[in-house]
């Protein structure tokens, strides 16, 4: 799978998405942030995974202790998702401006 399929996967889901809406704010231990999105401990461990594995969240703290993880958003891991998002706009408003182009210069 490559980054740009990571990253779709990882936000598809509205959990994942809402936890990375979360640590926008501000960075939050694992529990601060099952709290907050009202999922439990477990589960939210198993979309985080997710998330690292993506790379759009990073661990301050020890890897071996759960409940000393704080959890930080990677705000360049966007950047190949913006990239692809850029390009799919520029084939679609060169396809679109020449239709355009077609409809305003077909003989009538």
Known sequence: MND????FD???DKTRRAAVQ??????????????????????LSRHLRVL???G??????TEDDARRRIYH????ALVPLRNWLDEAEK???EQLSAFK???ENRPK
């Open 73 to 76: 958003i990677e705000h360049n």
């Open 10 to 12: 990882a936000l598809a």
């Open 22 to 43: 979360a640590l926008m704010a501000s960075p939050l231990a694992s529990s601060e942030l099952a709290l907050a999105l009202q999922v439990t401990p477990q589960a």
């Open 101 to 103: 182009n077609f409809a």
């Open 56 to 61: 759009l969240v990073t661990i301050e703290g």
């Open 91 to 93: 084939m679609w408003n």
């Open 4 to 7: 740009i399929d990571q990253l």
């Open 52 to 54: 690292r594995n993506a």
